[in-house]
């Protein structure tokens, strides 16, 4: 898998992994049918807020550690 596809598989992952996040601050803040469920509505925003970090917190990371080596690989064939 060429570099480019992986950022780009990696960006997608992180935007699903934003919106489970706003989805579940969503369903345990505004959503009036997930509070009547009680602990189950409590337990259903924990879970799309808790996949959501998994998502997003790793690839950034990564992304991260990707471009800075980028930027590396840049500076040392410019001197």
Avoid: W
């Amino acid at each position: 898998m060429t570099d480019v596809r992986l950022i780009t598989l990696l960006k997608i992952c992180i935007s699903i992994g934003l919106c489970l996040i706003v989805l579940g601050i969503y369903l345990h803040n505004f959503n009036e049918s997930v509070e009547a469920m009680g602990v189950k509505g409590i337990i259903i925003s924990a879970v799309c807020v808790a996949f959501g970090m998994a998502l997003s917190l790793p690839t950034k990371m990564y992304l991260t550690f990707l471009l800075v080596k980028r930027e590396a690989d840049k500076q040392g064939s410019s001197e």
